[in-house]
């Protein structure tokens, strides 16, 4: 069973009382084949080298935020016994390369969309840092990666398309999206449709708003895992969700 790999929107811990984004995030987990295991890549975890969450059933959250209602900190996301596939992440890596493994457990860039994507925790789940923010040393991770989907494993790059928080002024759910959000998220999506990974890779130089939308990129490089891990990194990918969450972009792709 081959799966597709995605880029997501993870959105903050309050994403699960947001009942439009939970169904939204529930109908990417219903059109696909159920996997045999999840990777997911966090902009919350960035380490080098390649680092692995904790493997061992029942992997601990880490609650790396704070200010919210106190029943996330409460909530848990059992997942099973993972050791089988970090031995297949650790198996394709080039020779003389290392991934190490952790006792680190899932943060909220993983848990808060699996918890809605998959409530019952059933599927074994490994987190992996991203231990760079070159979108091309990414996108050979992500094609390293590919493998795995072949064996039923989901790659799930986690982030948001666009994560000024600094900048916004309406914290509303609903808020308008600011002009640098909606102009890059525009320009992003324009690049997806036509499979231009050159220029998403150029974001840095070429999208309006990023100094905005992203004064810091780790929310945006974990697209370029999901673009690598593709069968065709020149086809266009799929948009699952678009719109906004406290003007913020929430645009997630599939690709296949």
Known sequence: MKMPALYIGHG???????????????????????????????AHWESAPITLSNAQANTPLVYDFSGFNRKFYEMTYNSPDATALAAKIAAIVPKGETVHQSQRGLDHGAWVPLRVMYPDADIPVLQMSMPTSDPGSLMEIGKRLQPLRDEGVLIIGSGFLTHGLPYLRDW???????????????????????????????????????????PTVEHFTPLFITLGAATDTSAAPQTLIEGYFMGLSKRSILVA
């Open 12 to 42: 903050a811990p309050m994403l699960l009382d947001d009942a439009l984004w939970t169904s939204q995030l529930q109908a990417i987990a219903a059109k696909i084949e159920k996997p045999k295991a999840i990777l997911i890549v966090s």
């Open 172 to 214: 509303s759910i609903d808020a308008v999206a600011p002009t640098w959000s909606s102009e890059f998220d525009h320009w992003a999506a324009q690049a997806l449709e036509k499979g231009d990974i050159d220029t998403l890779a150029s974001y840095r130089d070429l999208a309006p708003g990023v100094r905005y939308a992203h």
